[in-house]
């Protein structure tokens, strides 16, 4: 692997939150949205990261593009001119000009959008931020326009006059702007319709090998992430507990909370007998996480060194990557993909 095939390398990184208590706001504890994760991302590809509701992922997300300080930890980038930037060691204006080349796909296309802005203006922010101006930025926001799916001839409405698919187009194309080399998706099509959801999901994969683009896309729905990404990290309670090709990881998952779900992905062919898992108990609290592995209250297979250990990320096969004591013995069960 060549050092030049990295776009994205994030090493440690930690978000912690103060909890504050009393008059005096006396920090009595922490909530760990982010703790100790380290991945990356080759340049073209699409690295899905999956989780439960709460489990970090989107906190993880805004702290590689420095939308939210982290607490510690390294991201670097590598840049569409074969620059390697310590992107947390920026300063605002640095970080500023570096936006150009990292950019990020709401989740609400409802509340993403500013509702006193038309079309035009919203796609040409990024632009108008870059120094672009006059007949030169309407054109390329028409080219846009045209290359997201949208009506070049509706640019002058406001966000209201269309449909959630469509808002969402708007904010893939105001994403594109820059002609950024990384793109965070943050549950892109979660919010919107199902049949709307396969048209965003294929608009993605066609701009991807259109324009070369590296995606980072977060989703809870392990059924969208199938058909995009070709590694994907599985995050529990702040942490990567595993992280292997897509192939490899539905078929062979490695650890138990990825097995549970896939058990709970839904299935499309009504004839296959559903095997759900029920996990037990809550997710564990980021604040108060159990000692050893925070899955552990939760596991079928929990023995009492996982109480009392956390396992760490490791390469239990060529790969594939888990953290799991039992990794190896386990024999769990996957899907079909």
Same mark, same amino acid.
């Given at each position: 692997?060549?050092?030049?095939?990295?776009?994205?390398?994030?090493?440690?990184?930690?978000?912690?939150?103060?909890?504050?208590?009393?008059?005096?706001?006396?920090?009595?504890?922490?909530?760990?949205?982010?703790?100790?994760?380290?991945?990356?991302?080759?340049?073209?590809?699409?690295?899905?990261?999956?989780?439960?509701?709460?489990?970090?992922?989107?906190?993880?997300?805004?702290?590689?593009?420095?939308?939210?300080?982290?607490?510690?930890?390294?991201?670097?980038?590598?840049?569409?001119?074969?620059?390697?930037?310590?992107?947390?060691?920026?300063?605002?204006?640095?970080?500023?000009?570096?936006?150009?080349?990292?950019?990020?796909?709401?989740?609400?296309?409802?509340?993403?959008?500013?509702?006193?802005?038309?079309?035009?203006?919203?796609?040409?922010?990024?632009?108008?931020?870059?120094?672009?101006?006059?007949?030169?930025?309407?054109?390329?926001?028409?080219?846009?326009? @045209?290359?997201?799916?949208?009506?070049?001839?509706?640019?002058?409405?406001?966000?209201?006059?269309?449909?959630?698919?469509?808002?969402?187009?708007?904010?893939?194309?105001?994403?594109?702007?820059?002609?950024?080399?990384?793109?965070?998706? @943050?549950?892109?099509?979660?919010?919107?319709?199902?049949?709307?959801?396969?048209?965003?999901?294929?608009?993605?994969?066609?701009?991807?090998?259109?324009?070369?683009?590296?995606?980072?896309?977060?989703?809870?729905?392990?059924?969208?992430?199938?058909?995009?990404?070709?590694?994907?990290?599985?995050?529990?309670?702040?942490?990567?507990?595993?992280?292997?090709?897509?192939?490899?990881?539905?078929?062979?998952?490695?650890?138990?909370?990825?097995?549970?779900?896939?058990?709970?992905?839904?299935?499309?062919?009504?004839?296959?007998?559903?095997?759900?898992?029920?996990?037990?108990?809550?997710?564990?609290?980021?604040?108060?996480?159990?000692?050893?592995?925070?899955?552990?209250?939760?596991?079928?297979?929990?023995?009492?060194?996982?109480?009392?250990?956390?396992?760490?990320?490791?390469?239990?096969?060529?790969?594939?990557?888990?953290?799991?004591?039992?990794?190896?013995?386990?024999?769990?069960?996957?899907?079909?993909?």
């Amino acid at each position: 692997m060549q050092p030049e095939q990295v776009i994205l390398q994030v090493k440690a990184l930690k978000k912690y939150y103060p909890v504050e208590k009393g008059w005096l706001r006396r920090q009595v504890g922490q909530v760990k949205a982010v703790d100790d994760v380290s991945f990356r991302i080759m340049r073209g590809e699409v690295l899905g990261l999956v989780g439960e509701s709460g489990c970090g992922k989107t906190t993880l997300g805004r702290c590689v593009l420095r939308a939210i300080e982290p607490t510690s930890g390294e991201i670097t980038l590598r840049t569409s001119d074969g620059q390697t930037i310590d992107v947390c060691a920026l300063e605002k204006q640095e970080l500023r000009e570096l936006r150009k080349e990292m950019q990020m796909v709401f989740q609400d296309p409802f509340s993403s959008l500013s509702p006193r802005m038309t079309v035009l203006d919203i796609i040409g922010e990024p632009l108008w931020a870059q120094g672009v101006r006059g007949k030169e930025l309407e054109a390329t926001v028409r080219e846009l326009a @045209d290359l997201v799916g949208l009506n070049s001839g509706h640019l002058n409405r406001y966000p209201n006059a269309f449909s959630g698919g469509q808002r969402q187009r708007i904010g893939i194309a105001r994403a594109l702007a820059t002609q950024p080399g990384l793109i965070v998706a @943050d549950e892109p099509v979660s919010a919107l319709d199902v049949s709307i959801q396969a048209q965003i999901l294929n608009l993605l994969q066609d701009l991807q090998e259109k324009l070369g683009l590296t995606y980072l896309f977060i989703a809870h729905d392990l059924s969208v992430v199938e058909h995009i990404a070709d590694r994907v990290a599985v995050m529990y309670v702040g942490k990567i507990v595993e992280l292997a090709a897509t192939e490899d990881l539905y078929l062979r998952p490695q650890h138990p909370y990825t097995e549970a779900l896939l058990s709970a992905a839904p299935k499309p062919d009504p004839r296959l007998e559903e095997q759900q898992i029920i996990l037990s108990g809550e997710v564990a609290n980021p604040a108060n996480p159990p000692s050893g592995c925070s899955f552990h209250p939760r596991c079928r297979y929990a023995q009492a060194r996982c109480r009392e250990e956390q396992p760490l990320l490791e390469e239990v096969a060529p790969g594939h990557f888990a953290a799991c004591h039992f990794a190896v013995e386990l024999s769990l069960a996957g899907v079909a993909v």
